[in-house]
């Protein structure tokens, strides 16, 4: 820039010089905004990806119409790329609390992966104590209670033995960063607020699902991050499979033994039947030969009693002709001896 030049800028800005920090405060004011925004987000990146790897946030949610069991955990977790596996149980289910009916997320409290955040009261001790979502409650609802309605069907009631539970704690989940806490096939379809309950609170063979937190050493929402965990995938899925076909022939030789089980108690039991119905026959056909036989005896004796009473009726008929013969062979021998004297 020649001298004129600079000149003719610097008389420009001198005529107007309002204009000219009005537009230089806008330009600042811009640039401001812009650095902010290239800033705010890595540093909301960064926050999160903090938060979420210092609560282990699954990097794989595994669910199965058959369940896992602790084979399935330890198999998952001796995966090469697997820093922990563990499985969970969780409900969908109708609770009361002051007097309202919400649909609930009843969820088993983890150990080692999507470790929620306490930030209030303290950590259950026993089956019938819960933690509470911080988004619904509050340190106000320390030592309350939540129940477990009745209009939940069968499965869920069974499922839950315990149907009370004392708010002990109230927490944050990795699991839910939004304020929306998912969807249910209860109610309106939304689920108002989800709950942790310890293990033993359930009452199930097999695991609901099944969470891995990966080593995947990249930062998250990064396209390296994405790339290791398609890599991964892979794997997953393949041990998935083996594992679900597994556990679909467990279950299936197990309902076969139970089925010839039954099969063979039934059998047992039509045997024992047999056995049963062939010796009460038997005791029955005895039982009638000794009727009849008894019924012929009372027949014999009743004849002989017949025969008796008709002699004792013919004796009891002569006895009159016996006295009066009597009385004249007394008369006789009465004559008889006047005559001798």
């Known amino acids: 820039m020649n001298r004129y030049t600079l000149s003719m800028l610097l008389r420009s800005i ?15 004011l811009g640039v401001g905004f812009f650095a902010g925004l290239k800033c705010s ?34 198999a998952f977790e001796a995966l090469e790329g697997v820093a922990a596996a563990e499985g969970t149980y969780f409900a969908d289910a109708f609770a009361l609390f002051s007097g309202r009916r919400d649909v609930y997320r009843l969820m088993s409290l983890p ?4 470790l929620p955040v306490l930030t209030a009261g303290r950590m259950p001790e026993n089956a019938a104590e819960c933690l509470a979502d911080s988004r ?7 030592g309350r209670t939540i129940s477990v309605t009745d209009e939940n069907d069968e499965d869920t009631l069974e499922l839950l033995p315990q149907r009370a539970f004392t708010i002990v704690g109230i927490v944050r989940s990795p699991r839910y960063i939004s304020a929306l806490r998912g969807d249910s096939s209860l109610g309106s379809g939304r689920i108002h607020a989800f709950l942790y309950l310890p293990a033993e609170a359930f009452s199930s063979e097999a695991y609901h ?31 998935l499979n083996r594992r679900g076909q597994l556990r679909y022939t467990q279950l299936r030789r197990d309902a076969d033994e139970e089925l010839a089980d039954a099969q063979a108690e039934l059998e047992q039991g039509r045997q024992d039947y047999e056995d049963a ?6 005791k029955l056909a005895d039982a009638k030969k ?3 036989d008894s019924e012929r005896k ?13 002699r004792l009726e013919e004796g009891m008929a002569a006895i009159p002709a016996a006295r009066e013969q009597l009385a004249a062979q007394r008369a006789a021998l009465d004559e008889t001896a006047q005559q001798l004297a």
Request: proline content about 1%; charged content about 30%; overall charge negative.
């Open 41 to 74: 987000c890595p540093a909301m990146r960064g926050t999160a990806e903090r938060y979420l790897r210092e609560q282990r946030l699954y990097d794989f949610q595994l669910l199965s119409t058959l369940g896992f069991t602790e084979e399935d955990v330890r």
């Open 277 to 282: 119905r062939a010796e009460a026959e038997e």
């Open 14 to 28: 001198r005529a107007t010089l309002g204009r000219y920090l009005a537009i230089l405060a806008i330009v600042a």
């Open 298 to 310: 009372l027949l014999a004796a009743q004849a002989e009693l017949d025969a008796n009473r008709q």
């Open 136 to 142: 619904a409650f509050d340190e106000a609802d320390l």
């Open 111 to 114: 150990e080692r992966v999507s």
């Open 290 to 292: 000794q009727l009849e």
């Open 209 to 239: 699902e099944l969470c891995l937190w990966c080593d995947i050493d990249a930062a998250l929402y990064s396209e390296a991050y994405d790339a290791a965990r398609d890599r991964l995938t892979d794997s997953v899925k393949a041990l």
